[in-house]
């Protein structure tokens, strides 16, 4: 499995033959890439319908974006996609080569942030190469996108107990999501052996130091390795 930052939360997603782009915005001072210079994707999963989640979702044609039904009607109608999928929190849909499940995230979901449309609960993806069980499966490979979220006990209740991700890219800028000691907690609930920052240094109000989260990471007792990528730098996960 290849995943690569493009910056914010924006990750493109590699899981044998498939390939999945997640909350395409490439208005973010990380990457240096347009939309037009990514690899169409087979798939463009959405978390939520703000805009620094969903500005660019329209703009590679050929994908079948995924999210919920509020959110999948609503890029139809106002962004021109022909291809959709609407999914719901706990299911699992197979893309391909993946096993993509939708699970919880505590955050709003307004369209554009604007209070005009609600777009359905917002969400995060379990992304995997085998499907999910309740059988512990050391061949298994799973990355884990928060989305945008707060800390809530299903990271520990049930994502890291029975989805058992091996990564999880996580929110630390703080203001909006988490910041780096409720991501640090995260990570140690997922007990992951990766994790990924994310959703920060993009606008003044969600600048850190990201060694800041690299230090509780450390003080959380998790084993995770901090992984503070450059934006468009790719992680092999094995």
């Known amino acids: 499995m290849e995943l690569t930052w493009h910056g914010h939360s924006t990750w493109y997603v590699t899981v044998g033959d498939t390939s999945l782009l997640i909350d395409p915005f490439f208005?973010?001072?990380?990457?240096?890439?347009?939309?037009?210079?990514?690899?169409?994707?087979?798939?463009?999963?959405?978390?939520h319908?703000?805009?620094?989640?969903?500005?660019?979702?329209?703009?590679?044609?050929?994908?079948?974006?995924?999210?919920?039904?509020?959110?999948?009607?609503?890029?139809?109608?106002?962004?021109?996609?022909?291809d959709?999928?609407?999914m719901n929190i706990g299911g699992t849909v197979e893309l391909g080569d993946a096993f993509v499940t939708m699970v919880r995230a505590d955050h709003t979901n307004g369209i554009n942030t604007g209070y005009e449309y609600e777009a359905g609960m917002p969400g995060g993806y379990m992304?995997?190469?085998?499907?999910?069980?309740?059988?512990?499966?050391?061949?298994?490979?799973?990355?884990?996108?928060?989305?945008?979220?707060?800390?809530?006990?299903?990271?520990?209740?049930?994502?890291?107990?029975?989805?058992?991700?091996?990564?999880?890219?996580?929110p630390v800028g703080d203001h909006y999501t988490?910041?780096?000691?409720?991501?640090a907690i995260a990570a140690d609930w997922l007990d992951v052996d990766h994790v990924f920052p994310m959703h920060y240094n993009t606008f003044p109000a969600i600048?850190?130091?990201?060694?800041?989260?690299?230090?509780?990471?450390?003080?959380?007792?998790?084993?995770a390795e901090v992984h503070a990528l450059d934006g468009d730098e790719s992680f092999t996960l094995e």
């Open 27 to 47: 208005d973010n001072p990380a990457t240096s890439l347009d939309p037009s210079d990514v690899e169409t994707p087979d798939y463009v999963l959405l978390t």
């Open 49 to 82: 319908g703000h805009a620094d989640h969903i500005a660019h979702a329209g703009e590679f044609d050929g994908a079948t974006v995924v999210g919920t039904p509020e959110l999948t009607g609503y890029v139809e109608a106002e962004m021109g996609v022909d």
């Open 84 to 86: 959709t999928i609407g």
């Open 127 to 170: 992304i995997s190469d085998t499907v999910p069980t309740q059988e512990s499966d050391a061949d298994s490979t799973t990355f884990y996108h928060a989305g945008d979220t707060g800390l809530m006990t299903d990271m520990r209740e049930i994502f890291g107990a029975y989805f058992e991700p091996d990564a999880a890219a996580l």
């Open 178 to 183: 988490m910041g780096p000691w409720q991501g």
């Open 207 to 223: 600048e850190i130091d990201v060694r800041d989260f690299e230090r509780e990471v450390k003080a959380a007792g998790s084993h």
